[in-house]
């Protein structure tokens, strides 16, 4: 049985990463099919794929899950070898509460540096929140370094669930030449030299979409996805 993962653009869809990177990790033999966002059909074509009406969405026999940390436990369960989740407890536990809290959190990043892996936008001003968010992150991950460092170039030494939740960031860091500590660079650049990161964004370089955030932010408007084959 072949499973599908329902993703929206590579170039700009984060939760879409994180989901196509915790299906590789895990050894699920599936296929990716992307829905387009920001066009007049999306909405519609989201929606009966997927029961929340966001993406990914991973359907596998009868089970449908539409939830990217949902994704990753299903996963977990279902190829427990994989090690999408550290061995150790403690460790597990640390993994799992650093995703619980990229997935609840960092709102002001999220809209003041939207994924857009081609981009590159160095050099613009944020606000302190936005600050704050970064400097939240670089802390999480010069912290994980320290601790594991010996053992691997990824948050728990191995890649794992966690990297894949925080992937996505990396590539934001990249787009808007985010000044990081070292230790927070070098896993930048750990993460998308990693082969599904960079296998993703070779992909995302060849999209015929380009949405332009920045126009419909001064606009007021709703992002519309142009198509330029």
């Known amino acids: 049985m072949t499973a599908v993962l329902y993703i929206g ?22 296929d ?69 809290e990229m997935h609840s959190g960092f709102a002001e990043l999220r809209r003041a540096m939207p994924m857009d892996i081609r981009a590159r936008k160095p050099g613009r001003s944020y606000s302190d929140a936005v600050a704050a968010d970064v400097r939240r992150i670089e802390r999480i991950w010069s912290d994980c370094r320290g601790r594991s460092g010996a053992e691997g170039a990824f948050l728990f030494g191995d890649w794992c669930g966690a990297d894949c939740m925080f992937a996505p960031v990396a590539t934001r860091f990249v787009t808007y030449g985010t000044r990081l500590n070292l230790a927070a660079q070098r896993y930048v650049e750990a993460v998308c030299a990693h082969k599904d990161v960079a296998e993703w964004i070779a992909a995302a370089r060849v999209e015929p979409w ?5 126009q419909a932010a001064a606009a007021g408007t709703a992002p519309v996805a142009e198509y330029r084959p």
Do not use: M
């Open 32 to 100: 990716a099919r992307l829905i387009p966002l920001s066009t007049a059909a999306s909405k519609s074509e989201v929606h009966a794929v997927s029961p929340s009406g966001f993406l990914p969405c991973l359907r596998c026999g009868d089970a449908v899950i539409w939830d990217s940390l949902a994704i990753a436990e299903y996963l977990h369960e279902q190829f427990p070898t994989a090690r999408i989740w550290p061995v150790d407890p403690v460790r597990r536990a640390h993994a799992r509460s650093l995703c619980a």
């Open 210 to 214: 380009l949405i332009d955030y920045d």
């Open 9 to 30: 653009n590579r170039n700009y869809s984060s939760w879409s990463l994180r989901g196509w990177l915790l299906a590789r990790l895990s050894g699920l033999n599936f």
